[in-house]
C-alpha cells in the first residue's frame, strides 16, 4: 500500500477509443505527476500539477489529456491513441514540487493500445 | 537532455556474487535519490544522499555520493533472489524528470 491509488491497473483499448486513468492519493500531498514507462525508455515525465495547477507539460501529445480537479485525484484522459502509446502509465506524488522529496508511485496503469 | 547517466543498462549476476550500478552527473547535484523497481511492480524510494562524499548503507546495500557531487554508486554485496529488478537514480530537478535509464539486474539461483 503506497497510498497513491491507481485504477485501471490494466487497459486494452482500440485507436479510436477514449478512455481515462485515474490516480487518487491519500498522503496529503500537494504535487502529483504522470509519467510513462515504455519498454524501450526510462521514467518520462509526461505532466506536473502543483496544488491543482499544471507547471509542467513535457511536449506530450494533446490526445493525452490530463486533469487535477483537486489535489488528492489526478486523471489522464486518452483519445485517438496510437500503438506506441501502449506502455505503463505511473502516477506519483509529493508533498510539494521540491528538488529533495521522493516520489510516491502508484502501481500504474498498463494499457495496451490494439 | 537526461541529467544523468547510469551504467550499465543491465547486470546478470549469480547468488552470491556483488553488484554495482553507477549514476553520473556533467552538473553538480543537490542530492540524488536510488528507487528500486521490482518486476511488474512500481519504482520504491530507497535512499538520498546530500552530502559530499556521503556514505549510506542499508543491510547489504551501500549507496555513495561523490565527493565532486558528481556521482553515485549503489553496491549490493552478496546478491539474492530478491534483488532482482531495475535499480534507478534520480536528480534533484524542480518537477524535472531527471532519473536515470536504470539498471536491471538478474539474479541467477
Known amino acids: 500500500e503506497t497510498g497513491v491509488t491507481q485504477t485501471p491497473r490494466h487497459l486494452v483499448m482500440g485507436m479510436t477509443n477514449k478512455k481515462s486513468l485515474k490516480c487518487e492519493q491519500h498522503?496529503?500531498?500537494?504535487?502529483m505527476y504522470w509519467y510513462k514507462q515504455s519498454a524501450k525508455k526510462p521514467l518520462e515525465l509526461m505532466f506536473v500539477y502543483n496544488f491543482k495547477e499544471q507547471t509542467e507539460n513535457n511536449s506530450v501529445p494533446s490526445r493525452f489529456s490530463p486533469e487535477c480537479p483537486n489535489s488528492s485525484h489526478l486523471f489522464l484522459h486518452l483519445h485517438t491513441l496510437q500503438p506506441e502509446d501502449s506502455a505503463l502509465y505511473l502516477c506519483?506524488?509529493?508533498?510539494?514540487?521540491?528538488?529533495?522529496?521522493?516520489?510516491?508511485f502508484g502501481d500504474g496503469t498498463r494499457l495496451s493500445i490494439l | 537532455g537526461q541529467q544523468v547517466m547510469q551504467i550499465p543498462q543491465y547486470q546478470h549476476v549469480q547468488e552470491g556474487e556483488d553488484f554495482t550500478t553507477y549514476c553520473n552527473s556533467s552538473t553538480t547535484l543537490s542530492n540524488i535519490q536510488w528507487y528500486k523497481q521490482r518486476p511488474g511492480g512500481h519504482p520504491v524510494f530507497l535512499i538520498q544522499?546530500?552530502?559530499?562524499?556521503e556514505v549510506k548503507k542499508q543491510k547489504r546495500l551501500t549507496f555513495q555520493f561523490g565527493e565532486a557531487k558528481k556521482n553515485s554508486s549503489l553496491h549490493i554485496t552478496a546478491t539474492q533472489t530478491t534483488d532482482v529488478g531495475t535499480y534507478f537514480c534520480?536528480?534533484?530537478?524542480?518537477?524535472?524528470?531527471?532519473f536515470g535509464d536504470g539498471t536491471t539486474l538478474t539474479v541467477k539461483p
Open positions: 544522499l546530500v552530502k559530499s562524499g
Open positions: 534520480k536528480a534533484p530537478g524542480a518537477g524535472k524528470s531527471t
Open positions: 498522503l496529503g500531498h500537494n504535487a
Open positions: 506519483a506524488s509529493t508533498p510539494s514540487i521540491g528538488s529533495n522529496q521522493p516520489q510516491h
